[in-house]
């Protein structure tokens, strides 16, 4: 029975004889899975785990991690297992180079949310299989933590994002950009998260962008801009081929694996008809002013302010989707008599509401589903470059009226990682991203 304790060791055929590093990109060192009972217990199941995958999204302030356990040795009994654990995983990585290379540690504990499988097989009766599910101690803290108080008379909606964070025991929240909306309000009785989500969603920038927070694999808690996710120069560029242009295990060969794209199968979402049902293109909004009675219709149209790409993910040439402002309807109440001297949740969300729609519904343009060799350093929220060939006879380009490139224009181009799976197993380590862009490579 192989667990991924074994791959912890790396094979001298994949390692530098003279650092003892990884030469394949798709190897780390596991050096210990250490599950805490609610009683202190400890024992390291590096050896019983089969699989470990670690979740970052910028849809998610928290990692997820979903961990397969196999053993025959009754450790279910004998901890025993009652959904009350600690999992605290470190694991290490070093690129193969000529010289000596740092190597990245990531230390990070989770709390357990479930049980979620249990079996056994036909073939091995004494051999039990289960997975767990769990999630930052920061994040499961807050399920039994209640916040009920009002905001934005002493601190900015940062200032009272950055404090909730504080209180679930994180250190520090790494903030890029700049939130253009300021209100007051009451945060209803609610768990601290919650409450930092209610406040992510008042958070807009100049351009009218959402927010997003969430944790990546070094444990950082992020609060970064769409703007400034969007803006990102890429962090690498990967390559859909079959070909291997350098000697094995050499440091040329290390950067061409670390660069090819694995997999690809996509649930690509470009569709112009639901998008538009979105607001991605147009819409209009009616507000009610509860405090005059009056009643007022704005309408907003597609505005490149910050995108990936260069070019709009649609043509306005005919049946142009930008002035069809019914396509999606927002209805706003608001009192601007309600806070003396300043804006109350719903002013500042009216203000902004096309905008954001605009931005998240366009960021489902184009999306891929993608598998790389496994990268610490690949996270949600960083921009990558995705290069794709042609499907086309070469000798046939000229027929097509296609220039002499093997890339696929249309297909290729920049994008923003939304999720990133780190999975290990036992034959190697991968990361399968979730990859969208906002806009297109090539003019339509």
Known sequence: MSSIGQVTNIDTNNASASSGLAAVPNIAQIQSITMTSASGKEEDIRFI????????????????LNLTIQESAAFFERFPIIGQELITIIFNKADFKDGPTPIKEVIHTFKVTEYNNYNRSDEQEKVANYTLSAISAFAYNSASLTVSRSYGRKRDITEEIQNLFSELGVDKLNVIGEVNTKSVGILNKQDPLKAI??????????????????????????????????????????????????????????????K????????????????????????????????????????????????????????????????????????????????????????ELNKNVSEMQSHQANLDTMTHDVQLMGDFDLNAGQVISLVFPRNVDPQSMDIYGLDESLEDKHLSGKFLITSCTHVFDVNDYRCDIIAKRDSFSISV
């Open 197 to 258: 989500e209610f406040l992510r969603k008042h958070c807009f920038d100049a351009n009218g962008g959402p927010f997003y927070i969430f944790q990546t694999l070094d444990s950082k808690v992020n609060m970064v801009s769409y703007e400034n996710l969007v803006k990102k120069v890429p962090y690498e560029k990967y390559h859909a081929t079959k070909i291997f242009s350098h000697n094995a295990y050499s440091t040329e060969d290390y950067e061409d694996r670390k």
């Open 49 to 64: 785990t089969q699989k470990i995958e670690i979740t970052e999204s910028i849809y998610s302030p928290t990692l997820i």
């Open 260 to 347: 090819r794209i694995l997999r690809v199968n996509s649930f690509m979402d470009l569709s112009k008809f639901f998008s538009g049902q979105e607001g991605a293109y147009a819409s209009k909004t009616n507000t009610m002013d509860w405090s005059n009675k009056s009643y007022i219709t704005s309408q907003f149209t597609y505005n490149q302010s910050a995108t990936l790409n260069d070019n709009k993910p649609f043509s306005s040439e005919t049946d142009d989707p930008s002035n069809k402002f019914d396509t999606k309807s927002n209805n706003m109440s608001v009192n601007a008599m309600a806070w003396e001297g300043a804006s109350g949740y719903n002013d």
